[in-house]
């Protein structure tokens, strides 16, 4: 089971830090993700931890400002630099199998947690 937490409502240009706890197996995992869905749009991705080695993924658009990172059963993502079109639900996801569409496709990853919403004001 997942729980992602840490959103809320800051000004462009502010940060948030966005919490997910993870339960159950985690030894067993083989990534986690963070995904966004603003309204009226898909659910895209922002960025992907591979376990075993901590490698790193992110989308273009939030390259250089958010930054991903884990701890034993937690994983966070520092963003930073916030625009209002980063304004959206975010979800973090997990999966314990290697896909080839990993970490990009939400169909690679089989939990995911109960969005936190995060809204950047202009």
């Known amino acids: 089971q997942l729980q992602a937490f840490g959103g809320g409502l800051v000004q462009a240009g502010g940060s948030l830090r966005l919490s997910c706890a993870a339960s159950g197996r985690t030894s067993s995992l083989y990534g986690m993700g963070w995904f966004r869905q603003a309204p009226g749009k898909e659910r895209e991705f922002v960025s992907g931890?591979?376990?075993?080695?901590?490698r790193l993924y992110y989308a273009d658009y939030v390259k250089g400002r958010f930054a991903m990172s884990r701890g034993n059963t937690m994983v966070y993502l520092q963003m930073n630099s916030l625009k209002p079109e980063d304004t959206a639900v975010y979800y973090c996801?997990?999966?314990?199998?290697?896909?080839?569409?990993?970490?990009?496709?939400?169909?690679?990853?089989?939990?995911w947690g109960l969005g936190t919403l995060v809204t950047v004001s202009s």
């Open positions: 996801a997990a999966t314990y199998h290697s896909r080839s569409d990993y970490p990009e496709s939400t169909y690679a990853y089989g939990y």
């Open positions: 931890l591979r376990w075993s080695d901590g």
